[in-house]
């Protein structure tokens, strides 16, 4: 099965921002960010050797969650000044790789992931999705062809979320974490919920009701108070599913031969570590890394002989 890895890009440059410690390259430029977030790139594919890969990016223009809630994000902290200049030598990096990038105004980097992971099952019948992210929103996105990899301590321990495991650590299926946020909101993102629903009542409702809209249908069953609650903040509650729920049908198109791995561009990325003073990141580039890439080349030129391409 061929397996095809998505990147959150800003989820991973945040993590490895706060993981690692400051760290300069010859020009004075901080640079932890971009070492961590090649360093995590490098484990995944040595670690799972992929034979697709792609990073999606948020962009700074609003998106439409903005003009459905205009407290959307509205509390979040400003963007840390030592880390803005990284996103852009992290994209520097991944075009000289020749890795593919997406991002587009309007739409998260999650609703790009979730777009390419739908193409993905829907197109190629042997396609298997990782998609590489902190953000637990993604777990909506897990079924029997896609998993979540995500970071739980610094950039190297990673867990990944299958149907079982979303419902093992959630007890809700992926599907259910769209409705669970509708009804307990989301602080990080600022959206209410429904007020005085927490995370345990949320649960135990989907539990038994299984959907936001089957719920909704069965106030009469709920306690009086609970019922009040969640009768009030209905139209409330519609809105933060809607803010909740990740696109899949973002105006972008997977083109798998972009993302194949056989073609990165090793010099050009080595040329890239120099200027940042990554030695340590050129030797794993040329010993494990290499070695996949060599591999996945290995791999199409059998397949190309054996269809008569060669």
């Known amino acids: 099965m061929d397996k095809l890895i998505l990147v959150d890009g800003n989820a991973i440059l945040h993590r490895a921002f706060h993981a690692l410690p400051p ?44 003009e459905l809630y205009v407290g ?22 991944l075009e000289k790789a020749g890795i593919k990038i997406f991002e587009i105004d309007g739409y998260e980097a999650d609703d790009l992931i979730g777009t390419l992971s739908y ?39 990673m867990i990944l979320f299958d149907e079982e495991k979303v419902k093992e650590k959630y007890g809700l299926k992926p599907l259910q974490i769209i409705d669970y946020k509708a009804l307990v909101g989301d602080p990080s993102d600022n959206y209410p ?43 409330q509650a519609a809105l933060c599913r809607k803010l909740a729920t990740i696109v899949t049908n973002a105006p972008i198109h997977l083109k798998l031969t972009e993302l194949d791995m056989a073609k990165l561009k090793k010099e050009k990325l080595i040329n890239f570590f120099e200027k940042m003073n990554f030695k340590s990141l050129i030797n794993r580039l040329s010993n494990g890394v290499e070695n996949h890439i060599q591999e996945q080349k290995a791999k199409k030129e059998n397949n190309n002989e054996q269809l008569g391409l060669i």
Do not use: W
Not at 29 to 34: D, E, H
Not at 199 to 207: D, G, R
């Open 72 to 93: 959307y994000h509205a509390q979040r902290p400003k963007m840390d000044e030592n880390l803005v200049p990284q996103i852009g030598l992290v994209h520097e990096g």
């Open 193 to 235: 919920g429904v007020s005085g629903v927490g995370p345990k009542t949320a649960s135990e409702l989907l539990k038994k009701y299984e959907t936001f809209e089957n719920l909704y249908k069965h106030l009469n069953e709920l306690p009086e108070k609970l019922s009040v609650r969640l009768a009030e903040d209905a139209e």
């Open 23 to 66: 760290l300069n390259n010859i020009e004075g430029q901080m640079t932890n960010a971009v070492f961590g977030f090649f360093s995590m790139l490098f484990k995944i594919i040595t670690d799972l050797k992929p034979e697709y890969l792609a990073v999606c990016f948020d962009r700074p223009k609003p998106t439409f969650r903005q």
């Open 119 to 157: 193409q993905a099952v829907k197109i190629e019948k042997n396609a298997h999705v990782i998609i590489v992210s902190g953000d637990r929103d993604m777990l909506q996105l897990v079924n029997h062809r896609v998993n979540v990899l995500a970071p739980i301590i610094g950039i190297t321990k």
